[in-house]
T-cell receptor, first 118, second 114 residues
Framework: AQSVTQPDIHITVSEGASLELRCNYS??????LFWYVQSPGQGLQLLLK??????LVQGIKGFEAEFKRSQSSFNLRKPSVHWSDAAEYFC????????????????FGKGTKLSVIP | GAVVSQHPSRVICKSGTSVKIECRSL??????MFWYRQFPKKSLMLMAT?????????EQGVEKDKFLINHASLTLSTLTVTSAHPEDSSFYIC??????????FGQGTRLTVV
C-alpha cells in the first residue's frame, strides 16, 4: 500500500524567506504526486501535481515541486514566502484504484503547518 | 478550476439524530466522489469512494451502516451520518472528479454532535 510522510509537523519562516516543505512517499510504481493547501476550516486547494514528464513542476501562487525518484521525494518550494501563505500543506500520492487513464485514489500525508512571521 | 460545493459548512446536531451532508459538482460531471474525514492535527482519512449509480466502496474500519453514501447523479453525492454520537464530531470533506481528470475538493463540513 502507498504511504506519504511529511517529516515536519510545523515550520515557521519569516516573510520573504525561502521555503521548502518535505514529502517522501512509498509506492510500488511511478506515482501521481500532489501538493494541496488548506486554510483553517476550509477544503483543499490543489497547488500542483506531477503525473509524468518534467520532474520540476510549477504550480499556483509561485510554488514549485521537484520529483526525485531516487529519493522517493516530492518537496515543495517557494523562493519568497508571503504572509498569506500561512496554512496547512498536504502532500498526497495517487495510486491507481480503477482502470482507465488518470484514475487514482489519494493517500495524504499528515500535513505541515506553515506559520509566517511578518 | 472546477467547483465542488459542500453543504452545510457547519452543523450541530443532538446525539442520536442523523445528519446529511451534500457534495455537488457545479460545472462538471463527477463520475467518482470521495468522502474524507479529518481529525484535528491529522491527515485526511479516506472513508469511501463512490461511482455514480453504484454502491460506495468503504475503506476498512468505516461502518457502512453508520455512514450512508448515496451517489445518485453525476453532480450530487450525499453522506448521512446516522445515529450520530459525539465521537462522530469531525471535519468531513468531499472531493469529486470526472474520469481522467484531477479531483476537486469541497469546502468541508464541521460536524459537532452534542
Amino acid at each position: 500500500a502507498q504511504s506519504v510522510t511529511q517529516p515536519d509537523i510545523h515550520i515557521t519562516v519569516s516573510e520573504g524567506a525561502s521555503l521548502e516543505l518535505r514529502c517522501n512517499y512509498s509506492y510500488g510504481a511511478t506515482p501521481y504526486l500532489f501538493w494541496y493547501v488548506q486554510s483553517p476550516g476550509q477544503g483543499l486547494q490543489l497547488l500542483l501535481k506531477y503525473f509524468s514528464g518534467d520532474t520540476l513542476v510549477q504550480g499556483i501562487k509561485g510554488f514549485e515541486a521537484e520529483f526525485k525518484r531516487s529519493q522517493s521525494s516530492f518537496n515543495l518550494r517557494k523562493p519568497s514566502v508571503h504572509w498569506s501563505d500561512a496554512a496547512e500543506y498536504f502532500c498526497a500520492v495517487g495510486a491507481r484504484a480503477y482502470s482507465g487513464a488518470g484514475s487514482y485514489q489519494l493517500t495524504f500525508g499528515k500535513g505541515t503547518k506553515l506559520s509566517v512571521i511578518p | 478550476g472546477a467547483v465542488v460545493s459542500q453543504h452545510p459548512s457547519r452543523v450541530i446536531c443532538k446525539s442520536g439524530t442523523s445528519v446529511k451532508i451534500e457534495c455537488r459538482s457545479l460545472d462538471f460531471q463527477a463520475t467518482t466522489m470521495f468522502w474524507y474525514r479529518q481529525f484535528p492535527k491529522k491527515s485526511l482519512m479516506l472513508m469511501a469512494t463512490s461511482n455514480e449509480g453504484s454502491k460506495a466502496t468503504y475503506e476498512q474500519g468505516v461502518e457502512k451502516d453508520k455512514f450512508l453514501i448515496n451517489h445518485a447523479s453525476l453532480t450530487l453525492s450525499t453522506l448521512t451520518v446516522t445515529s450520530a454520537h459525539p465521537e462522530d464530531s469531525s471535519f468531513y470533506i468531499c472531493s469529486a472528479r470526472d474520469t481522467g481528470s484531477e479531483a476537486f475538493f469541497g469546502q468541508g463540513t464541521r460536524l459537532t454532535v452534542v
